[in-house]
């Protein structure tokens, strides 16, 4: 079996990758295979420069870090004793962000609208904890420790556990949902499975959409609590990298988006100043 064979079996096999993130990975590990055939520096190197001349920024930093992530796996699964893409230069894109969108207590008051108590209390979960979609959707009721009011993630990417804080009253909605119910998945379907994914996630941009016209996604919920913890709670950043479980400072910086004088506004005083 080559690496890559390994790679396409890991990715359906997997349980906290998302739907789209399971298929945007295989996109990129076709494309990989076909492009460079082999894990090595210069191959990968290689590669890499040809994507950042062919595709959009977006792009080129998906496809990179989709690499960094399944040259961890290869080097878990003891198929490389290294990954060679710690060696392949970092795709950066300096890009700053303007959209604002969803501020944090907005999104929370769409999602208090949803009429699917599982769902609209899944989404509180995310909106006040920063957890990712597959962290919540696999959350166990052992993982929430009501006495401290903190739960346990344990299906954090690189397999990183962490503790996150839970507001009180977020902790009594959790109890009272919960019921007698001792073990299982938190959130669950009519069968006693994880919710469905594609239902939450329709339930969620349904009620933006009629709400306010924009779309809601749950992405936007982690990118608005860490905005919301920055710019308003003054949190460091350090303290929200810990939260979101982040292994890198410059992925948590990313995720804090502007809401000051709109830098779009300031150019255009500019170009109309003088004539």
Known sequence: MTHFDYLEQYLRTHATYSALTIKAYRSDLRQL?????????????????????????????RRYHACVALGNELVRARRLRHNPMHHVRPIVHQDVRQRDDYPLLEAIAIIRQIKHPTYRLFFELI??????????????????????????????????????????????KLKAFIGDRMTGHVFRSVRGKAIHEQGAREALRNQSLDQSGRM??????????????????????????????????????????SQETKLRQVVDALSASGG
Not at 42 to 47: A, D, E, R
Not at 219 to 228: E, M, S
């Open 127 to 172: 909106s006040q904890t920063g957890l990712r979609f597959m962290e919540a959707r696999l959350l166990s009721i052992e993982d929430i420790q009501f006495t401290t009011a903190t739960l346990l993630v344990r299906h954090g990417k690189g397999r990183r556990l962490r503790t996150v804080p839970l507001g009180s009253r977020l902790a009594e």
């Open 33 to 61: 295979k076909k492009a460079c055939g082999e894990w090595s520096v210069k191959s990968l190197q290689t590669y890499f420069d040809h994507v950042i001349e062919q595709y959009k920024p977006a792009t080129a930093l």
């Open 216 to 257: 809601l996604r749950p992405h936007d919920l982690r990118v608005g609590y860490a905005t919301y913890l920055y710019q308003t709670a003054g949190c460091k950043l350090l303290e929200i990298q810990r939260l979101l479980g982040h292994a890198r400072s410059e992925t948590t910086e990313g995720y804090i988006l």
